[in-house]
């Protein structure tokens, strides 16, 4: 194997999240417009070049990817897919060089999908939900079906994936559910990872008036559950903590009120084949132009590294309280991939 991938300041990046798709069966409020205009399907990359911007990723000493979208289980022959991303990893048998295979799904069609996703050497998914009561999923998804998710999420710990639902903190609209959150991730055996709102893309919606800094948030969580310190485990942005009364973990992810640039080891790639060296900047490279004019592998390594060399120290994601300041990437969430 090759160096690794190091950028200006010193960070490993080890970790890809691949959008397989920038299209989804729900509109959530702070992730996309309700009326959106999806991408023409030769603009997207088909799954040989995927795999191939993948392979050069792993035998540069990537580790761990995860799939994202829009919905990555929408695209038809998604299975097929990650069952040959899945073969690059390690195993006892086999041994390869990526030590883990993941996914984030909005868990409307994991009922169909969830055992091809085990056979295909995924353990653990996140599953983004919001709420627990039907009319605000409604709401908050402007189409999604709240039993629908709850079965996907059933079915995928049937076929013994470990599941964290990941919740958008939102003051106003779920503030008031944290408590029920927990507790029903105690009793399905899931972890549970708030999220502070991100400012990306228009969405019609008004992102300030919702922000919830999550250090507020856990002081009043502490009021009532017990949260004990957990070891550093692998470098990402969520800080965690187990709740005594369930025995799994909370964590917390905080963009803006904390944020975590410093250990931040991940890049992100587009469906269309843009490289994003951070979720909060606008900058971004052309790997697809470069495959499709013909590159090699070597004509992609050297703009990997040099897209590496222009990652910033931190992203630029500002939301302020008031009349104050939004300040975030143009595009949708959607379009990066989470």
């Excluded at 310190?229 to 187990?242: D, E, F, K, L, T």
Aim: one cysteine or more.
């Amino acid at each position: 194997m090759q160096s690794s991938f190091i950028d200006s300041y010193g960070r490993h990046i080890s970790y890809l999240r691949v959008s397989v798709t920038d299209r989804c069966d729900m509109r959530c409020v702070y992730c996309m417009a309700e009326d959106m205009v999806f991408l023409p399907r030769q603009d997207v990359l088909d799954f040989d070049e995927m795999e191939r911007l993948c392979a050069i990723f792993i035998n540069r000493g990537v580790k761990r990817i995860r799939l994202t979208g829009g919905e990555p289980l929408v695209r038809r022959g998604i299975d097929g897919f990650i069952g040959r991303i899945g073969r690059w990893l390690w195993s006892e048998h086999a041994p390869g060089r990526l030590d883990e295979l993941t996914l984030t799904t909005n868990g409307s069609q994991l009922s169909t999908h969830a055992s091809a996703l085990a056979e295909a050497g995924i353990r653990r998914i996140n599953v983004s939900l919001d709420t627990l009561r039907d009319d605000r999923f409604e709401k908050i998804t402007r189409r999604g079906r709240l039993d629908q998710t709850l079965r996907g999420v059933g079915v995928a710990r049937k076929a013994g994936l470990a599941v964290r639902i990941n919740t958008v903190a939102m003051a106003g609209v779920n503030d008031d559910e944290f408590d029920d959150l927990i507790r029903w991730c105690g009793e399905i055996g899931a972890d549970l990872c708030l999220i502070e709102t991100m400012p990306m893309g228009e969405t019609g919606e008004d992102r300030r008036e919702h922000y919830l800094p999550l250090s507020d948030v856990r002081r009043d969580i502490e009021r009532r559950w017990t949260l004990e310190g957990q070891p550093a485990g692998v470098a990402g942005p969520a800080r965690y903590v187990r709740i005594a009364e369930t025995g799994r973990r909370l964590g917390f992810i905080t963009p803006m009120s904390h944020n975590f640039c410093d250990t931040c080891n991940r890049v992100r790639l587009s469906c269309t084949g843009q490289l994003y060296t951070c979720l909060g900047s606008e900058g971004a490279t052309d790997l697809r132009g470069i495959m499709r004019a013909g590159g090699s592998d070597e004509d992609i390594l050297a703009a990997i590294n040099d897209a590496l060399t222009h990652k910033p120290m931190r992203h630029d994601f500002l939301i302020s309280g008031g009349n104050g300041a939004v300040q975030g990437p143009a595009r949708h969430m959607s379009v990066t991939g989470g």
